[in-house]
Each structure stands twice: as structure tokens, then as C-alpha cells.
């Protein structure tokens, strides 16, 4: 197999992980094949990759003023075919799957250039494409020569190691919260890397091509990830993702072969100060709380036998058997059930649907389910 422009420069150290200093975030100048060698299998919760795209452009990009835009031209981006940049794609997702867990999950952005090629590697060598995203720019560059449409987005895959997995993190219920209740969608409108985000080199000018904006990187990793979970990202450039995972109390190892921007990564992510913990912590989603049934609400005296339920508009009344059972004219059966019935519904969340008649006026009966999942959380600690 024959890859182009993988191995790191001849001026790279060759830096081993158990040189670094840092436990949570590591940097690692060198080929990422090689150094993902060196790593033990199954140790990587989370993959954010942003590989060359192989643009292929030719020649100089200009304005219509004639000045020169700085697009990515740099060698690292240049193969000598698209078959030698499929082999390198091979390479770089072998090594991946090899180091993530069972359960983990990758990310890859690119653009129309690449994005295509790897999602096809991707699927050839047995990921399992879980979402596509696309990341609509707010402020994309323009097209100058006008000859085709403005490029104002990327597109990422998530893509999970295996097919059939189901105990990949996905942190739903997170990202719905901060979405104002609503569930979060797959195209992303975030503005481009600028001001002082942007890091520049001694000359003034932007020192990476592609840096991605911080924001897109905290939406991947706080939608895919744990507090203390191992993010690995084995094109590291300037250390984005490095930077967010830190701050995002994540433990993170970048990779990258250019001296230059390892160590700018390095101390971009040295300036970075962790969270606090409380902002943080997980809380309790709906899938992973104690299953706790109608019935063990009746028993325990919160909600009465003979008492009825009614919705919040109190159109609807249904009586509180004694076995947990609800009972809306001749129709018996559950909180769901009758709640649908109810409605005229196919189906229907009891919990939410019927309340309690109190002296401070209704109560939500899934609030005494909380009560209860409460209680069963703190016996068990």
C-alpha cells in the first residue's frame, strides 16, 4: 500500500506517551498511525478527526481584486491520487477502531473534497453511520471567482464502531435542555473560527488554515462524551478540540505531525481552566432512571384509592383503583391507557397527562414519581 504524505517531518521528536507530564491532555508530535500503535486497545471513549481534505486546487486563489487568498495549500493536504488517499484514509480509521472502545463513537468533518470518500471507507470497513451533520456557517467565505455556489458548509459524520451498537453516549436529553426543550437538530449554524480565537503566528496571519471554531467542537464532545471520558483527536493541529476537552473536564491525547502547531496546541490547552465540577455533572436522564410503576405510588400512600385523576384543564376525571389500575367509565387500565382513551390518542404519557387535585391546586403525578426515584437513588448510595 502506498501512502501519501502520512509520516511526520523529518524534524518531528519522536515523543512517547509516557514522557508527558500531563495526565488529561496529552499532545503527541509524530504520524498518528504510528503513534495510535502505541496506545491500548480499546482505551478511546470518543474520535473528533479532521484529516486533510485533498482539495486539489490549482494554482493561486484569487480576489477579484487580484490579491491572493491564503487557502490551504499546505503539503500536508496534497496526495498524489485519489486512491492514495483512500489507502491513507484506511490507515488512519483502522487505527481508530482498533483503540476505541467497544461503545465509542467517531466524528470525521470534511468537505465536498473527501467528506464522500470516507464515508464510503467508513461504511466498507464496518462503522456504522449513526448521523450525518451539516455545519451551516454563518459567515463562509465567498466564492470570488463566481462560478460556482458560496461553500457554506461542512459536513460531519457520527459514526459508531460497530453495527447494531446501542450503549454508544448520547447525551440527548443534555442537548434538548439547552435547546430549550427542543430536540436538537442535524444542521448546525455556528460561525467560522475569528477575532481572538483565531491564532495567529509571529507575522500576524492566521497560523492554521482550518482551525474549527471551539463551539462546533463543545456540541460534538458534550453531546458524545462523559466528564473524565478519553477523547482522542489524531489530526490535533492547533489543539481545538484539546482546549474544549479540557475545559470540559475531559481526558484528551491529540496527535499531530508538524512541530509548529503541536506546540501552539500544547499552549493553547496549558491556558485553558477546567470548569467547575457542578456545572458539569450529569444529571438523571429518563432512560437511565429506576423504573418505578403507578402501583408503587398507591401503595405508599401518595395518591389514594377512590380519588380521581384529571387533566390539566380538567376535562377528563378517571378513579384511582386499589390494584393501580385507573378506571374511566366501563374501560379499566393503566395511567397510559386510559389517558389515551381519554383523548381519543393511539397512545399516550400517563405521567404527564394526569394530575392530583390538592389544596394548592394540581399536582403532576409524575412529580411523586420523582419523589420516589429520589428516595431509591439515595438508599442505593
Known sequence: MVVSRRGASGRAPRVSFESQKSASARIVVGDCVAEMTKLPAHSVDLVFADPPYNLQLQGDLKRPDDSKVDAVDDDWDKFSSFAAYDDFTRAWLAACRRVMKPSATLWVIGSYHNIFRVGAVLQDMGFWILNDIVWRKSNPMPNFRGRRFTNAHETLIWA??????????????????????????????????????????????????????????????????????????????????????????????????????????RARIDAVAPMPEPSLEPFMTAREAPRVPFTALVERGMISPGIKLVDAKRRHRALVRADGALSLGDAVGSIHRIGALAQGLEACNGWTFWHVETPKGLTLIDDFRAQVRAEMTQAAE
Open 160 to 265: 459508531a464502531r460497530d453495527a447494531g451498537k446501542r450503549d454508544y453516549t448520547f447525551n440527548y436529553e443534555v442537548l434538548k435542555a439547552g435547546n430549550d426543550d427542543i430536540q436538537m437538530r442535524s444542521d448546525w449554524f455556528i460561525p467560522l473560527c475569528t477575532s481572538e480565537e483565531r491564532l495567529k503566528g509571529s507575522d500576524g496571519k492566521k497560523l492554521h488554515p482550518t482551525q474549527k471554531p471551539e463551539a462546533l467542537l463543545a456540541r460534538v464532545i458534550l453531546a458524545a462524551s462523559r466528564p473524565d471520558d478519553l477523547v482522542l483527536d489524531p489530526f490535533c493541529g492547533t489543539g481545538t478540540t484539546g482546549a474544549v476537552a479540557h475545559r470540559l473536564r475531559r481526558r484528551f491525547i491529540g496527535i499531530e505531525r508538524e512541530t509548529g502547531y503541536a506546540e501552539a496546541a
